[in-house]
């Protein structure tokens, strides 16, 4: 349990969880399939905040609650409420709540969206901020603001970099809830898997990744998210994040690799 009660039972709207080097960070409002609503998103740049200074933390797992929903994006009855009360619904990159899509670019340690429902929204938005995107059979992914009168902020400029402009755009303009499958054929998904096997093949990616180096994952984070945009001939001359050439995990490595065994990695 963190000091600041963050993880204190079923009850609370993000658990929060770290074993075998991953915390496992749940949106846990099922019965709102898994919306958001402003305390969930204070919750989650918590959690985050926290994988990313826990030094023990290696990589970062984002899912949702049930077989429902990963997130269906923000509290549309909260967003209601606040509107009929004469009360301005937040804007994006404002005030508190420009900081949890910032924050998830900025945990510089793996992040996997575990997508095991239907990821709509600020829900889809979630994913796109992670690295890697796993998600279960029969779900959809999408950016459904048009419908709704709202501006995708960050989808718009973050899906026409991760897959080509033209789809991305389909998305944006229609609104439609895509199947994962064909978010796969696009590449927006990394793997498709079937529901019975879901939790077990996140729990093995996610291993096949902390078995890795932690400094040579930080730093591969840190490069790719501080260089997005530049020129080549800038960004390798960027050198962010930990220096893997001269690391403490480097050395065991080498000498793991040489001697026929698994190393053993201290994260310096």
């Known amino acids: 349990m963190s000091d600041d009660g963050l993880i204190s039972g079923t009850t609370d709207e993000v658990l929060y969880e770290v074993r075998d080097k991953v915390a496992w960070i749940t949106i846990n409002r099922p019965e709102r399939r898994n919306a958001m609503s402003r305390h969930t998103v204070q919750l989650l740049v918590k959690a985050f905040v926290e994988a990313e200074e826990d030094r023990d933390v290696w990589a970062v797992v984002i899912t949702g609650t049930g077989d429902k929903a990963f997130c269906a994006g923000g509290d549309m009855k909260e967003m209601n409420s606040i509107a009929k009360a004469g009360r301005q619904v937040h804007t994006p990159m404002t005030g508190e709540y420009r900081a949890l899509l910032e924050v998830m670019l900025e945990t510089y340690k793996p992040v996997i969206a575990a997508i095991n429902g239907h990821a709509l929204a600020g829900g889809c938005e979630i994913t796109l901020a992670s690295d890697i995107r796993i998600a279960v059979a029969g779900a959809t992914i999408g950016l459904t603001e048009a419908r709704r009168g709202m501006g995708a902020n960050f989808g718009s400029v973050v899906l026409p970099r991760l897959i080509p402009r033209a789809q991305a755009m389909d998305m944006l303009y229609t609104g439609r809830m895509v199947p994962v499958e064909e978010a796969a054929e696009m590449g927006l998904v990394n793997k498709v898997v079937a529901r019975e096997d879901f939790e077990t093949e996140v729990t093995n990616y996610v291993a096949s990744i902390v078995a890795n180096s932690?400094?040579?994952?930080?730093?591969?984070?840190?490069?790719?998210?501080?260089?997005?945009?530049?020129?080549?001939?800038?960004?390798?001359?960027?050198?962010?994040?930990?220096?893997?050439?001269?690391?403490?995990?480097?050395?065991?490595?080498?000498a793991a690799f040489l001697e026929k065994r698994a190393p053993v990695w201290k994260n310096r």
Request: charged content about 25%; glycine content about 8%.
């Open 214 to 254: 932690p400094v040579s994952t930080r730093r591969y984070k840190e490069m790719a998210t501080k260089s997005w945009g530049l020129p080549v001939s800038s960004a390798l001359r960027l050198n962010v994040g930990p220096n893997p050439y001269t690391s403490e995990d480097r050395a065991e490595g080498v």
